[in-house]
Nanobody
Framework: QVHIVESGGGLVQPGESLRLSCEAS????????IAWFRQVPGKEREGVLC????????YYENSAKGRFTISRENGLNTVYLQMNNLKPDDTAVYYC????????????????WGQGTQVTVSS
């Protein structure tokens, strides 16, 4: 059974930064694309961005461009989401999900999900 754990969420003020981590037991980890999604209560889950097995990066959320970056460290089975200049609209539960090789904006194509980590941006 795949084990995925997100961490690094918290409460920050507008303009501050957070780095989320996603550790997954997928094997071999380097062959999986890892995507970050987020969800606000009462709204549908939306894709934020994704890193493919070849480290190609795809942004699904336009507001993340220029503020969020994603990277992977295969030796640690971990993907990082660096979020800078956070805004109140970024408040959500952030989930990571895995898919073989390639990214997709369709959450139904991701086989495994973590439990999520809460990010709250508020003054």
């Amino acid at each position: 059974q795949v084990h995925i754990v997100e961490s690094g969420g918290g409460l920050v003020q507008p303009g501050e930064s957070l780095r989320l981590s996603c550790e997954a037991s997928e094997y071999p980890f380097f062959s999986y694309a890892i995507a970050w999604f987020r969800q606000v209560p009462g709204k549908e889950r939306e894709g934020v961005l994704c890193i493919s097995s070849g480290s190609g990066i795809v942004y699904y959320e336009n507001s993340a461009k220029g503020r969020f970056t994603i990277s992977r460290e295969n030796g640690l089975n971990t993907v990082y989401l660096q979020m800078n200049n956070l805004k109140p609209d970024d408040t959500a539960v952030y989930y990571c999900a895995t898919r073989k090789y390639y990214c997709s904006d369709d959450e139904m194509e991701y086989a495994s999900w973590g439990q999520g980590t809460q990010v709250t941006v508020s003054s």
